[in-house]
């Protein structure tokens, strides 16, 4: 509850209304005069109607005064757009990059205003096809290898085929070592990698795809 009736109140003052307009419109907009007499599906139906009359949030920043992605599905996003750029198919790994391809897919200017699910799925869905037809991302399919269940785990694989076409999930020419070394540890059972450590080695075979496709 909190966030969303800061926003409005926010809201309230960025758009000059005074206490009988703002009651006024909320009455409007949800039959209901109070915030705390409405569900959190109704306070959200207040701040799009709020959006769409002005109102701009102002965004959150980083430490280092870069702009904080918000929203339910910002951090899948980031992540997606991240392993577009660790394939080499993303020329900006910049989230402004990765704002402007949710925009295309959507119509929707950031990530904080991406509320409803049916909207998301536009932009996830986009950018996963975009990695399986650039990067041969097998994403939904483990092809009975349990150490492929996450997408983290199957972009690392993509890479790895990019950077040794000849390999293959039966011979997988030491990706198994490399991938355990990569990420900092002894284990060779790929089943035992966890998400921290898939994100190492997407990291760090991300460089060479990049590298290998600046000197193609």
Not at 92 to 114: E, W
Not at 122 to 146: C, P, Q
Not at 148 to 159: E, F, G, M
């Amino acid at each position: 509850m909190g966030s969303s009736v800061a926003a409005i109140h926010v809201a309230k003052k960025q758009l000059g209304l005074d206490d009988d307009a703002y009651r006024a419109k909320l009455s409007r907009i949800t039959g209901k005069a109070s915030l705390k007499d409405m569900t959190e599906a109704e306070r959200l139906s207040v701040l799009t109607v709020f959006r769409n009359e002005g109102f701009r949030p102002a965004p959150a920043r980083r430490p280092d005064g870069r702009q904080k992605l918000t929203g339910k599905y910002a951090k899948k996003l980031q992540a997606l757009w991240i392993a577009a750029w660790n394939l080499g198919i993303a020329r900006d790994r910049d989230d402004k990059a990765m704002l402007a391809f949710v925009k295309r897919q959507t119509g929707i200017d950031h990530t904080r205003f991406l509320i409803h699910q049916d909207d998301a799925a536009k932009a996830i869905e986009g950018l996963k096809g975009w990695l399986a037809r650039e990067a041969g991302v097998g994403f939904g399919n483990t092809n009975g290898y349990e150490w492929l269940a996450t997408d983290a785990a199957k972009i690392a694989w993509a890479q790895w085929k990019m950077l040794h076409p000849d390999a293959n999930l039966l011979v997988r020419k030491g990706f198994d070592e490399e991938a355990a070394r990569l990420a900092g540890i002894s284990i060779v059972w790929l089943a035992d990698l966890k998400q921290s450590h898939w994100q190492a080695v997407m990291n760090a075979l991300g460089e060479r795809v990049r590298a290998g496709k600046a000197g193609a």
